[in-house]
């Protein structure tokens, strides 16, 4: 009898916290969001959280609260998202380095696909590999050339060990059997300086930052590394159509939540995403921050795109033999 008197209030009490769930998810959101992101306000990512806050908070009836936690490739950010309370007020915005810290981290606080509840990618868009304008290379056909006479001797630099930048430079060392030494920098504004003061002679920089010193002359861009041609520089070919053949990097963005957040709001949020990306003015203002695709997904789609970069990148930094974090 006692036993029974225990489950019975066991019930009780689990369908008690269900109908609390329930209401909450029935409620939501009825107070502001919290949007956290892991880089420096004013780029890429911040310039997204906000484009897509805007568009969220207008859609939901709730303000979105941008908060950046730089550090760590945006580890920081992704930690601090994973360990928040699973109640749809704090979600996240993640970068393709979200993918790739799985390969070149030790170990993290968090799992990268697991530990989190996927809402849907944003944007998609590429790099450019760039030289200055005086620099002989006029091809990237012309630097793979110039690199095989001299394994070694040349540098790229790009925003930091471990991102998608550095990864993309040696994706094409081990695609075109090159020795290129990557140089780190802090962002893509000191990697720019940097080749312009004659630092490094190539660097791996973002479209939308490259394109007005390719414009002015200052800079080369000799290849995009997407399978076709960026709309922001449409005169700069792709790497493979310098001849190598399969190269493809593309780096992107997304929002998640943190794991166990209520199915009916992570529908509530994936639904108002898709809606806000199919706004003409956000899908504009967004593709003019990166210069890219605005590509909105599924959660299933989101989660399998990180499982698959995690497998690709694991493999370049093992081939590339560079020493974990």
Request: overall charge neutral; hydrophobic content about 45%; proline content about 6%.
């Amino acid at each position: 009898m006692r036993g029974m008197k225990r489950l019975a209030a066991a019930i009780f009490l689990l369908s008690g916290c269900l109908a609390t769930t329930l209401a909450a998810a029935d409620n939501y959101p009825s107070r502001p969001i919290r949007l956290v992101h892991g880089f420096a306000a004013g780029g890429a990512a911040d310039a997204l959280s906000r484009i897509i806050a805007d568009g969220l908070s207008k859609k939901l009836g709730q303000p979105i609260i941008v908060e950046a936690k730089p550090g760590a490739g945006g580890n920081i950010a992704a930690d601090a998202i994973a360990k928040a309370a699973p109640d749809g007020y704090t979600i996240g915005l993640v970068t393709g380095a979200h993918a790739i810290s799985a390969a070149t981290y030790k170990s993290l606080a968090y799992q990268p696909a697991e530990s989190f509840e996927m809402i849907s990618t944003l944007v998609y868009y590429a790099l450019v590999i760039a030289v200055r304008n005086d620099y002989p290379a006029k091809s990237l056909g012309d630097l793979i050339t110039i690199a095989k006479e001299k394994p070694g001797a040349l540098s790229f630099g790009s925003v930091g060990f471990g991102s998608t930048h550095h990864l993309a430079g040696e994706l094409l060392n081990a695609a075109a059997g090159v020795e290129i030494v990557h140089v780190p920098y802090r962002g893509d504004s000191q990697s720019i300086t940097a080749l312009l003061g004659g630092e490094v002679p190539i660097i791996v920089g973002t479209p939308v930052l490259l394109a007005p010193q390719i414009q002015s002359g200052a800079i080369r861009g000799l290849a995009v590394t997407s399978p076709t041609r960026t709309a922001l520089l449409p005169d700069v070919p792709t790497v493979q159509e310098a001849g190598i053949k399969g190269y493809d990097v593309r780096t992107w963005a997304g929002l998640l939540a943190p794991k166990g957040t209520p199915p009916a709001i992570m529908a509530t949020l994936n639904a108002a995403t898709l809606e806000v990306l199919r706004d003409p003015e956000i899908k504009q203002r967004l593709e003019t921050a990166v210069g890219g695709e605005v590509r909105g997904s599924s959660p299933a789609e989101m989660k399998a795109l990180i499982e698959t970069e995690i497998v690709k990148w694991t493999g370049v930094v093992e081939r590339a033999k560079l020493p974990k974090i």
